[in-house]
C-alpha cells in the first residue's frame, strides 16, 4: 500500500541522548516535511525538503536536523533530546508542482522525554 | 507572516445537528486553504481544499468556501454523525516562500453525541 510510514510508533526517551525519528514514503513525492503537534498549538514545522539533497528549516527547528539522502527516506534527529521535544511528530510528503497540491501524512510517532 | 486561527473547542454536537467550525487567515499572496481531519491515534488526512477565491471544496458531506474579502474558510456540514468526532485543522500554503509546507491552526475538537 502506497504511502509514509513512521518509526517507531511510539519512545520514551531520557534527556541527553540521541534519537532518530524514521520516515520513509514510496509515492516518489519531491517535497517531505516534518511537523511536531503539540496540544494548543497545532502543527509545526521543524524542516523540510523539496528535493532529495536539500534541506531547509521551518519554524521550530532548533535541537533538530535532517538530511535527504534519497527521495525515499527522511530521518528527523534529536542531537541530545530535552523535556520540551515531548510531542507527537509527524512526517509528510507532497508532489512538488502546484501550492494546491495535498500533503500526505504518516501515522506519527509519540515521543516522550523524561 | 502566515498565521491561521480556528475557534476554540471542543464543540460538542448531537447527531443531526448542524456544525460550523469558523477558520479566519493571514497570508502575503493568495494561498490555498485545506481543512485536515485527525481521527483519534491518526496522522492527518485532506477533507477539502480550495485553490482559489470563491471556489467552494466539498467531501463526505462538508464544505468550505474560500472567501478573500473576509480572509474566511469556514467549515460546515448540514447533519453531523457520531462517526465525524475527530479534530478538524484549518491550514493555508505557504505562498511565495522556499518552503511549499503548509501553516496550521491550533485545530478544533469535535465531539458528537448520539
Known amino acids: 500500500i502506497a504511502g509514509i510510514t513512521q518509526a517507531p510508533t511510539s519512545q520514551i526517551l531520557a534527556a541527553g541522548r540521541r534519537m532518530t525519528l524514521r520516515c520513509t514514503q514510496d509515492?516518489?513525492?519531491?517535497?517531505m516535511y516534518w511537523y511536531r503537534q503539540d496540544l494548543g498549538l497545532g502543527l509545526r514545522l521543524i524542516h523540510y525538503s523539496n528535493t532529495a539533497g536539500t534541506t531547509g528549516k521551518g519554524e521550530v527547528p532548533d535541537g533538530y536536523s535532517v538530511s535527504r539522502a534519497n527521495t525515499d527516506d527522511f530521518p528527523l534527529t534529536l542531537a541530545s533530546a530535552v523535556p520540551s521535544q515531548t510531542s507527537v511528530y509527524f512526517c509528510a510528503s507532497k508532489r512538488e508542482s502546484g501550492e494546491g497540491n495535498e500533503q500526505f501524512f504518516g501515522p506519527g510517532t509519540r515521543l516522550t522525554v523524561l | 507572516g502566515n498565521s491561521v486561527t480556528q475557534m476554540e473547542g471542543p464543540v460538542t454536537l448531537s447527531e443531526e445537528a448542524f456544525l460550523t467550525i469558523n477558520c479566519t487567515y493571514t497570508a502575503t499572496g493568495y494561498p490555498s486553504l485545506f481543512w485536515y481531519v485527525q481521527y483519534p491515534g491518526e496522522g492527518l488526512q485532506l477533507l477539502l481544499k480550495?485553490?482559489?477565491?470563491?471556489d467552494k471544496g466539498s467531501n463526505k458531506g462538508f464544505e468550505a468556501t474560500y472567501r478573500k474579502e473576509t480572509t474566511s474558510f469556514h467549515l460546515e456540514k448540514g447533519s453531523v454523525q457520531v462517526s465525524d468526532s475527530a479534530v478538524y485543522f484549518c491550514?493555508?500554503?505557504?505562498?511565495?516562500?522556499?518552503?511549499?509546507?503548509?501553516?496550521f491552526g491550533s485545530g478544533t475538537r469535535l465531539q458528537v453525541q448520539p
Open positions: 480550495a485553490t482559489k477565491a470563491d
Open positions: 509515492m516518489r513525492h519531491n517535497a
Open positions: 491550514a493555508l500554503s505557504d505562498v511565495g516562500t522556499g518552503r511549499r509546507a503548509l501553516t
